[in-house]
């Protein structure tokens, strides 16, 4: 969205670029706030904005890339539970009440709020909605920003 020039570098996850980011080699980085919380406010890390629409509660304070002058930048993260093809519905409906169950428990929420993190709890169809609409947003980007896979 901003045309900027950022050259990717391929790290296995936040454990491996962590310490990079820390020590300076790095010079940005788009981690997923759960993971560096912590960091930011022991001031061992600066963060800049969120990428999600919306503030979070844990650090309200903190602009979205659209209120930092890039109007509809969304790259929210998400956390789901998944089964594999062919699960019965029972299972699925069971497994999605027992979810809920637990994501509504206020020591769960308090934990998760503490790392950032909103509690949704869509149902198995509004998951599957909002899957279904990354895979399209993000194959729009990739083609517009000329992403390749590369050896």
Same mark, same amino acid.
């Given at each position: 969205?901003?045309? %900027?020039?950022?050259?990717?570098?391929?790290?296995?996850?936040?454990?491996?670029?962590?310490?990079?980011?820390?020590?300076?080699?790095?010079?940005?980085?788009?981690?997923?706030?759960?993971?560096?919380?912590? @960091?930011?406010? =022991?001031?061992?890390?600066?963060?800049?904005?969120?990428?999600?629409?919306?503030?979070?509660?844990?650090?309200?304070?903190?602009?979205?890339?659209?209120?930092?002058?890039?109007?509809?930048?969304?790259?929210?993260?998400?956390?789901?539970?998944?089964?594999?093809?062919?699960?019965?519905?029972?299972?699925?409906?069971?497994?999605?009440?027992?979810? %809920?169950?637990? @994501?509504?428990?206020?020591?769960?929420?308090?934990? @998760?709020?503490?790392?950032?993190?909103? %509690?949704?709890?869509?149902?198995?169809?509004?998951?599957?909605?909002?899957?279904?609409?990354?895979?399209?947003?993000?194959?729009?980007?990739?083609? =517009?920003?000329?992403?390749? @896979?590369?050896?």
């Amino acid at each position: 969205m901003a045309r %900027v020039d950022i050259q990717h570098v391929p790290y296995r996850g936040n454990p491996s670029l962590l310490p990079d980011l820390l020590a300076g080699r790095l010079t940005m980085a788009f981690p997923n706030i759960a993971v560096v919380l912590p @960091l930011i406010r =022991e001031g061992k890390l600066r963060a800049l904005a969120v990428t999600s629409p919306k503030r979070t509660a844990e650090m309200p304070e903190l602009p979205t890339m659209a209120e930092s002058g890039y109007p509809g930048f969304d790259a929210s993260a998400w956390f789901g539970l998944m089964a594999p093809a062919g699960t019965s519905a029972q299972i699925i409906d069971q497994l999605y009440r027992e979810t %809920v169950r637990i @994501l509504t428990l206020e020591d769960t929420r308090r934990r @998760l709020a503490d790392l950032g993190m909103t %509690v949704v709890a869509n149902t198995p169809a509004e998951f599957s909605s909002v899957i279904k609409s990354d895979i399209s947003r993000w194959a729009k980007v990739i083609k =517009e920003a000329g992403i390749r @896979l590369s050896e």
